[in-house]
């Protein structure tokens, strides 16, 4: 399949990695070429290596890196043509587990971030792979904006997804001219991760001290309401009554604004159960199951 792309996706990757970075903003942390120290010592240790600073990683320690922890994971050798270029950066920025469910999500499959059978073969099966990587790249930039972190680096990740859909549409496309360049801008290399999500918006009772306002003015009305005839008393009265009927009001359009923004950020964020359009595809792992058998 695309076996080939996967020395033109390291140069992408190394492009848009930008080198070595130590941004206290970046959940990365200490990075270099998109490595993190982390994924670096999880690395060597695996290899039975002592640990040291991901800055000194070698080429052919990134390039080890990349292809079995990335590249691999998502099945690039075997996704179709340009399909394997935006996952592949996917799961460099966000994690392979997020960038396969966005593939997932997109395909309109079983969402659970783990490459398998299913989610290759309904990715084998699509025609028209170019509006498939628009879907990836639409939900991916709607889990961007959905961080806190968006901010700070959003206008890099939007100007590394503009590039990826180009690219990974070139090849789509099977184009003969030259691919689209990429270029590097600062904040695209900071990982865009599900820890840095924002909070959905407080629930009303937690900005009110679960109905303690509304109680007030209730306390307040039946002290008044026995003393109306006097003047002074009906128009505080009037005015208790008002301020009742606001604050009922707003706290309704507050909630109903709430649920809607929550709604948004679980739905780019992947926090709700996505259903599969189609349910008639074989089950993960069916071809090893009767290889074993």
Not at 8 to 29: C, H, L, N, S
Not at 65 to 82: F, M, N, Q, S
Request: charged fraction near 25%; include cysteine.
């Amino acid at each position: 399949m695309a076996e080939a792309n996967l020395k033109p996706w390291f140069k992408v990757e190394m492009t848009f990695e930008g080198g070595r970075v130590d941004d206290k903003a970046d959940p990365g942390g200490r990075t270099a070429y998109g490595v993190t120290q982390r994924v670096y010592n999880g690395w060597r240790r695996a290899r039975k290596l002592p640990i040291r600073d991901v800055w000194l990683v070698e080429v052919s320690e990134l390039v080890d890196i990349y292809k079995t922890g990335y590249w691999d994971k998502v099945w690039g050798d075997r996704l179709p043509e340009g399909l394997d270029i935006v996952v592949g950066d996917g799961a460099i920025n966000s994690g392979v587990s997020q960038s396969v469910k966005w593939l997932q999500r997109a395909l309109g499959v079983r969402v659970d971030g783990i490459m398998g059978d299913a989610t290759l073969m309904a990715a084998e099966a699509v025609n028209d792979v170019d509006a498939l990587i628009a879907k990836i790249i639409a939900l991916r930039n709607a889990f961007l904006k959905a961080l806190r972190t968006f901010k700070r680096f959003g206008k890099g990740w939007l100007r590394r997804t503009q590039q990826l859909k180009d690219l990974g549409q070139h090849y789509a496309r099977g184009s003969t001219g030259p691919a689209p360049a990429v270029s590097f801008m600062s904040g695209m290399s900071a990982k865009a991760v599900l820890e840095s999500a924002k909070a959905p918006p407080p629930k009303l009772d937690a900005l009110w001290s679960a109905g303690t306002s509304s109680g007030v003015l209730a306390q307040v009305t039946s002290t008044l309401e026995p003393l109306q005839n006097i003047e002074r008393v009906a128009h505080l009265l009037t005015i208790v009554t008002v301020i009742g009927v606001l604050l009922g009001v707003c706290g309704g359009l507050y909630s109903l604004w709430a649920r809607k923004r929550s709604a948004r950020i679980n739905e780019a964020l992947d926090l709700r159960p996505a259903h599969p359009t189609n349910d008639n595809i074989p089950p993960e792992g069916l071809d090893d199951a009767l290889e074993a058998a």
